[in-house]
């Protein structure tokens, strides 16, 4: 110990066991902070970079949500032809009619479509086929068309409305005979899909 730290202990009147102790505890002190602070800085990286992640996420979330109410306001008129085939329902079936109060199959997506802006969509069922994009049963959306066929073609053609409450694919369309436009569900297996979103 040098003179004069061993006089200014005297001075202090301070026992040099006591000032060990001091010594000992700031050089702990001194250590636990040196092993804190790293581990501080590496709590707060973590913290920015999951706060980055965060923000990265939102962004994906917020780029989807964008995507959803583009294609939403992009397919309306798929929308609006659904809705007017609905409005028809009850109207007697009548061959070579395309409304506006009778309809044969193929009149009655006609007349919705058109008046949801589909100008150039032909009149019969197996024109409608060639002017549609065939898409698998998979892809089959609310508005889509479906057409039936025997023998390589088309005979009937309806617009695709969902599933029933028994899981079952249903379509708007005019049946033959004395009956009127209906919902009814897909009652063969012999049909295909069309979608006119392409021309949107």
């Known amino acids: 110990m040098s003179a004069s730290l061993?006089?200014?202990?005297?001075?202090?009147?301070v026992p040099a066991r006591g000032i060990a102790v001091v010594l000992t505890a700031l050089a702990l002190m001194l250590t636990l902070s040196a092993t804190v602070a790293p581990a501080t800085a590496d709590a707060a990286q973590k913290s920015a970079q999951k706060s980055t992640q965060?923000?990265?996420?939102?962004?994906?979330?917020?780029q989807k949500k964008k995507a959803k109410r583009a294609a939403y306001r992009r397919n309306?008129?798929?929308?609006v032809a659904v809705k007017v085939a609905a409005n028809?329902?009850?109207d007697p079936y009548r061959y070579g009619s395309a409304g506006p109060h009778a309809f044969?199959?193929?009149g009655l997506t006609y007349y919705s479509f058109r008046k949801a802006g589909f100008s150039r969509i032909p009149r019969t069922s197996g024109?409608?086929?060639?002017?549609?994009k065939r898409i698998s049963r998979g892809q089959l959306k609310r508005g889509d068309?479906?057409?039936?066929?025997?023998?390589?073609?088309?005979?009937?053609?309806?617009?695709?409305?969902?599933?029933?409450?028994?899981?079952?694919?249903?379509?708007i369309h005019a049946p033959y005979g004395n009956r009127t436009v209906e919902r009814a569900p897909i009652w063969?297996?012999?049909?295909?899909?069309?979608?006119?979103r392409h021309r949107l």
Request: hydrophobic share 40%.
């Open 188 to 196: 063969t297996d012999s049909w295909f899909a069309g979608t006119v």
């Open 104 to 106: 044969d199959c193929s």
């Open 88 to 90: 028809q329902k009850g």
């Open 6 to 13: 061993s006089v200014l202990l005297h001075a202090l009147r």
């Open 54 to 62: 965060m923000t990265a996420a939102q962004k994906k979330m917020a």
């Open 76 to 79: 309306k008129p798929i929308r």
């Open 127 to 132: 024109a409608q086929a060639g002017f549609t």
């Open 145 to 171: 068309f479906v057409f039936f066929h025997r023998g390589g073609s088309v005979y009937h053609v309806g617009i695709y409305g969902g599933r029933n409450k028994h899981g079952k694919r249903f379509i």
